[in-house]
């Protein structure tokens, strides 16, 4: 289900998901210490180099190779995180605080070019959903003369953000409300509303933000209001049968002369299933309404988009065939599943272009090949050494893209609780 998300889930879920979690293990880990060296092929055999901090973003196997450490609690959850500066040394990155219900109450991200942190606070309600979000900063100032003469207002906004939620219920300990009372409320700048049926399913979601950009003092401060609604619909054991984003964007650029623009889409998905809850078809609808820009006007479209989906052998193999707008085949994406239900291989498929991952029996990626008509014109590997515990603990990497060799070795070191 395609979903916007907040600033603050972004930065959390880009730190947190930048590590992988742990496998099932039967010591819960205390810390993972990952250290990344240049390697290279002496007589068969591959010997690490010196110490590096940043895989080249073109390596296509993905996992956790990421330089640093990072601590967990007893219950799994990350409490600090540490990168290495260009000399090796360590320095506290990031670091969650969480409440008893193992909800992330407060992050601190440091910002080591600016000397200084930004902390994140969130609240939650009585049902475990975020209610407020506080920064202690509102902006993000960026550094160096020449980012200040010509993007000093590019910085991106920290805005704390309030939820208020409405249900559909006759239980006294809700909020309980009809809808034409939800309709009637206006939307705020970060505050997001939600209407709950007695399920708790949500069927109407609105909120709106404003959007402050200048790139520089010689060009014109652009201001951008965006008001989102959602609408859901349910089919009777509770799965998801149609979503509906309404996206309304309004501009003012106060240039010489200043500029006012209109722009609104509504996109529509439809899902169909079959008999054991598999999504068998969806359908998807971009409505693009008639649009302004000052004294342009654009007309309106709309255009349809289909993806189906195939079950075989008992499940173990999905194909998803996607369709563009012309009722056109624009890929095929298989996967493969072991009987225990693993991904084993990854299949997409572009016609001319087609690229294969496989992964092993623990669920790690192992290979990345990219065919060309029919041609194979690349391949990552990667291998793995694991402990007794059955997490890995070396990982030699190979990248043979572009006749460009490129070996390197990731170790991680573990500490474990018992």
Not at 80 to 108: C, F, M, S, T
Not at 154 to 174: A, F, G, I, P
Not at 288 to 305: A, D
Request: net charge neutral; charged share 30%; with cysteine.
């Amino acid at each position: 289900m395609e979903k916007s998300h907040c600033i603050f889930i972004i930065i959390i879920m880009v730190c947190l998901a930048s590590w992988a979690q742990p496998v099932n293990t039967s010591d819960q880990m205390k810390s993972i210490e990952i250290k990344l060296f240049k390697a290279s092929v002496v007589n068969g055999q591959v010997k690490k180099g010196e110490p590096i901090y940043k895989i080249k973003p073109r390596y296509p196997i993905s996992g956790d190779f990421n330089t640093g450490k990072i601590e967990y609690d007893r219950n799994g959850l990350i409490k600090d995180i540490y990168y290495p500066n260009n000399k090796g040394e360590y320095h506290l990155r990031e670091n969650y605080d969480y409440n008893e219900n193992n909800q992330v109450v407060k992050a601190k991200m440091t910002m080591l070019e600016l000397n200084d942190s930004i902390v994140l606070r969130i609240s939650y309600d009585s049902l475990g959903r975020i209610e407020k979000t506080r920064w202690n900063k509102h902006a993000v100032p960026l550094k160096g003369w020449l980012n200040n003469l010509f993007y000093k207002y590019w910085s991106k906004d920290l805005t704390d953000e309030d939820y208020q939620r409405y249900y559909l219920s006759n239980n006294d300990s809700l909020n309980h409300t009809i809808e034409t009372e939800f309709e009637d409320i206006a939307p705020l700048n970060n505050h997001h509303f939600e209407l709950l049926d007695t399920e708790g399913n949500v069927l109407k979601e609105k909120y709106m933000y404003i959007d402050t950009t200048q790139l520089g003092p010689l060009h014109p401060k652009t201001i951008d209001t965006i008001t989102i609604q959602w609408e859901y619909q349910y089919i009777d054991n509770g799965l998801l049968s149609e979503e509906k984003k309404s996206i309304e964007k309004k501009s003012l650029e106060k240039g010489l002369p200043p500029i006012r623009s209109y722009d609104k889409r509504i996109i529509t998905l439809n899902y169909k299933y079959i008999d054991d809850n598999k999504v068998k078809e969806e359908i998807k609808t971009v409505e693009q309404m008639p649009s302004k820009t000052g004294f342009l006007k654009i007309k309106g479209s709309v255009k349809t988009f289909k993806r189906v989906h195939d079950y075989l052998d008992n499940s173990k193999k999905h194909m998803i065939y996607t369709y563009d707008d012309k009722g056109d085949v624009e890929y095929t994406i298989t996967e493969v599943y072991s009987m225990d239900e693993k991904l084993v291989e990854y299949t997409k498929d572009w016609g001319k272009r087609k690229s294969i991952d496989m992964y092993n029996e623990k669920g790690n990626h192992t290979v990345h090949t990219v065919y060309r008509k029919n041609k194979k014109i690349s391949e990552s590997t990667a291998k793995y050494t694991y402990n007794e515990h059955g997490d890995w603990v070396e990982c030699v990497l190979f990248d043979s893209q572009k006749n460009d060799p490129l070996y390197i070795i990731a170790e991680r070191t573990i500490e474990y609780y018992n």
